[in-house]
């Protein structure tokens, strides 16, 4: 049964000023803004797409130079309204659990589409970061940033065996649902963690239309993640 | 004339898109602008809702299948125990919304509710959830039976009734009538309709559609339950985003106006549907 609690909380709506838009491979960007907020490492935001959409979008935060950053893949018109607007960005945040590590032994593996959360992990934790890619990554963003890529399907399921036969005690997956169901079945000697990325309406507990099935009965991604275990959403085989 | 709520203002959450009270945690909200906030429907037992995937959006309506996933009337109380309801009301006037699977289930959460009743202006009943199998919206196809029920919450208490009613179990000015002639306060209309679509994974999705596309059909509805029943008690429900649509069901007839689904779009437009109205 899922938890019904309250929290003492408050979610601020912040009007962010765009910065910088990067092509960081085909159709995803990663966008920083001027402004920075609080979070913590694993915490997401809820973006406003204005008349392209009807709810709000969430997207894992990340910090870049010191201010806050997002990555987005153009999926849809509401994403593509966030990557092209020059407007400034009505968000609330920040959202939804921050991610704690039993130690910092551990790597971070991202899709592009979640880029700026793992360059923020990444720095946060001091632990080694890896993108997996569809295809390659643009110029602008290797010359900018140091990464470990991997580019297709091949690339990733190497990348997996690798990570499985490793020193590192956890493994952060963020991407897909598909990428990181095969995080989880691929890797049996880690424990892996999944930054799950269901359908948000509300963000922040009230409309229970994020509900994700677990071993432990149905919980929802805004207020009982974004971050599971994976073993909690994927029996391993 | 029939007995009225006297909100602050006549704007309202609707019961489900707001849960249990989460957008007070929200500080562009100034809630001295919202009339009540109707909390998600309780049931007896507690429910965990449908199977994921639960929810889509288009650009002009949403569909949802959550299923009444809710706390039971465990929960409920935990929350009137723990101080959770005191604390929400001290902000905003709330709303109970109650459902249930049977007759015998509504009677029964309407007893058991009965000793905290008074914490709350109003007690809206739910006859018109499209994703439950049993109660919800199948309550009302059987109308002597679902007359019984009416009758029977009406003498288990004197708090202020709303019977919140769809437009699938007939004409919703004909059901309002009979809400009326049992002794009830007020009706809610309309809830979302039963939809379908095929979302971008290919799979069909059943669910209750909500947003933009309802306001019309939940304008109409007003405007005929109006007609019919000059002093009945009329909260708006459907599809309203913004300040124009709020005058123009208060217009048609409705007392007050309720936001669900726009709450997701971006709910500091609270603030400037209350704005007009707060004094
Ligand atoms: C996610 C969601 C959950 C809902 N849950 C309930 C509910 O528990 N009880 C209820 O009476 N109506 C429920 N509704 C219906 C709304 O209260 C409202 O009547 C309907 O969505 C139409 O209004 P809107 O277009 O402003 O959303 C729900 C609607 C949505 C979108
Ligand atoms: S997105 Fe609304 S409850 Fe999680």
């Keep these: ?237 | 004339m029939g007995k009225a709520l006297n909100l602050r203002t006549p704007i309202v959450i609707a019961s489900g898109p707001g849960g249990f009270g989460e957008y007070l945690n929200v500080s562009s909200v100034d809630w001295s602008y919202v009339g009540a906030y109707t909390l998600k429907t309780v049931t007896l037992n507690p429910k965990s809702g449908n199977k994921p995937p639960r929810m889509y959006a288009s650009k002009e309506f949403l569909i949802n299948r959550i299923g009444l996933e809710n706390p039971g009337f465990d929960g409920l109380r935990k929350m009137v125990e723990d101080g959770t309801i005191d604390k929400l009301a001290s902000i905003v006037p709330l709303i109970l919304s109650l459902g249930g699977d049977s007759f015998d289930e509504y009677v029964e959460i309407t007893k058991l509710c009965r000793p905290f009743l008074d914490k709350f202006i109003a007690v809206e009943y739910n006859f018109s959830c499209p994703n439950v199998h049993h109660g919800g919206l199948s309550i009302m196809v059987d109308r002597e039976e679902w007359r019984r029920l009416l009758k029977a919450i009406r003498t288990e208490t004197d708090a202020f009734i709303i019977a919140k009613l769809g437009i699938e179990s007939g004409f919703v000015e004909e059901m309002a009538r009979i809400v009326s002639s049992e002794g009830w306060d007020g009706v809610t209309v309309i809830n979302t309709i039963r939809g379908l679509m095929v979302n971008s994974e290919g799979q069909t999705v059943l669910g209750g559609l909500s947003g933009p596309a309802l306001y019309p059909i939940a304008l109409r509805a007003v405007y005929e339950v109006r007609k019919a029943l000059p002093d009945i008690y009329i909260i708006a429900s459907g599809g309203v985003y913004a300040p124009e649509q709020v005058r123009e069901m208060l217009r048609f007839g409705a007392n007050a106006v309720s936001v669900g689904s726009a709450l997701f779009h971006d709910e500091s437009v609270l603030n400037e549907m209350g704005k007009e109205f707060s004094r």
């Design chain 1, 1 to 237: 049964m899922a938890s019904f609690s309250i929290k003492n909380v408050k979610y601020n709506a912040y009007l962010l000023t765009k910065k910088s838009t990067i092509e960081i491979t085909d159709r995803t960007y990663l966008i920083s803004f001027q402004e920075d907020l609080e979070f913590s490492p694993g915490q997401f935001c809820m973006v406003n797409v204005d008349g392209a959409g009807l709810t709000r979008k969430p997207f894992t935060l990340g910090r870049i130079e010191g201010t806050v950053a997002i990555s987005v893949k153009i999926a849809g018109k509401g994403s593509e309204y966030i990557v092209k607007t020059s407007e400034r960005l009505n968000v609330l945040a920040p959202l939804g659990n921050a991610f704690v590590p039993e130690n910092r032994n551990g790597a971070v593996v991202v899709a592009p589409s979640c880029l700026a959360e793992g360059l923020h992990l990444s720095e946060h934790f001091k632990i080694p970061l890896f993108v997996a890619s569809k295809s390659a990554l643009s110029r602008e963003i290797t010359s900018q940033f140091e990464l470990n890529t991997v580019v297709g399907n091949d690339g990733y399921l190497r990348l997996l065996e690798e990570l499985n036969n490793s020193r590192f005690d956890w493994i952060f997956v963020s991407g897909s649902r598909i990428m990181e169901e095969l995080a989880v079945r691929n890797m049996p000697n880690k424990l892996v963690y999944v930054s799950l990325n269901e359908y948000m309406a509300c963000g922040i507990g009230a409309c229970k239309g994020c509900a994700v099935e677990t071993m432990n009965g149905i919980k929802h991604a805004c207020t009982d993640g974004p971050v599971f275990r994976g073993d909690e959403i994927w029996a391993r085989h």
